[in-house]
């Protein structure tokens, strides 16, 4: 839906991972939004669906407890692709939030001419009443300002709840495991997106060195995708390590050593207590 992709272009640094595949979020991730004339918390959070795991529950109810406590909900709805049965569905779980405003966001609307984005907010409106609709385009910047200043319109007057040089909450340690999670779903099969999870053995900074050694695993559910993982003779691991570096020396503002192992959680998405040791 581009939820990610938008959060990191309003608060103006990448701080939730993005993907082209579907619920790749996994937390309430949140960003701050810094203007002259107020600030936003941006909460994005992962997608409502229906479950067919014990994790897709967790992240409903996840969902669900961040929706009853903020004061707008940011509906996104892509301009490239028709209203379907999936949209439908979240629209009617919105009735049950309702002490939020509610908005429209058509997002993507870079990827479509005049007359498809006006048919695409026809559809839209449709849905319900809205406090706002607003389309707009991360990608090239279109509209982010206008949907900033309607989102802040909306918000009780407070006093700023973060400081002016606070971009999220989210720990570098949690922020590196999603850069390796990204850097890991690059170009994977469908069977994989949902079974991958990452989490930190060790970090610190290297004696005498100018360099963060950083120890890491990434989970699956069986052996096939830990060979998927690996690739050919470690090739593909290699990769996801490569990328990820890069990602994770812009965010830390140093060399890293990144040290990554595969491991196999048997059916972890499915299992209380393998959830619980992958943090959630």
Request: hydrophobic share 40%; net charge neutral; charged share 25%.
């Amino acid at each position: 839906m581009g939820k990610s992709t938008l959060t990191n272009a309003l608060v103006g640094q990448k701080i939730a991972i993005t993907s082209s595949k579907p619920q790749t979020t996994r937390r309430a991730i949140r960003g701050v939004v810094h203007r002259p004339y107020g600030q936003l918390v941006l909460v994005d959070t992962p997608g409502l669906h229906r479950p067919r795991t014990l994790l897709g529950e967790r992240l409903n109810n996840l969902v669900e407890s961040t929706l009853s406590d903020v004061d707008v909900i940011g509906f996104c709805i892509p301009a490239n692709e028709k209203i379907g049965v999936g949209d439908t569905f979240i629209n009617a779980s919105l009735d049950q939030f309702r002490g939020a405003k509610l908005v429209a966001v058509v997002t993507k609307s870079e990827l479509v001419d005049r007359k498809a984005l006006a048919e695409q907010l026809l559809a839209v409106q449709e849905l319900r009443e809205w406090a706002a609709i607003i389309p707009v385009s991360a990608i090239e910047g279109d509209q982010l300002e206008d949907l900033v200043k309607v989102l802040v319109d909306l918000m009780p007057t407070s006093p700023a709840l973060y400081p002016t040089e606070w971009v999220t909450d989210e720990s570098n340690e949690q922020r590196i495991c999603e850069l390796i999670r990204e850097a890991a779903l690059e170009g994977v099969r469908d069977e994989l997106p949902h079974s991958l999870a990452v989490t930190i053995d060790e970090m610190g900074k290297r004696d005498g060195k100018n360099l963060i050694d950083i120890h890491a695993n990434i989970f699956v559910e069986r052996d096939s995708q830990k060979g998927i993982i690996l690739g050919h003779k470690g090739s593909r691991l290699r990769d996801v390590g490569s990328r990820a570096r890069a990602e994770i020396e812009v965010l830390l503002g140093s060399k890293i050593y990144l040290n990554l192992h595969v491991k196999v959680a048997q059916d972890w998405q499915r299992d209380p207590k393998q959830l619980g040791k992958l943090g959630f």
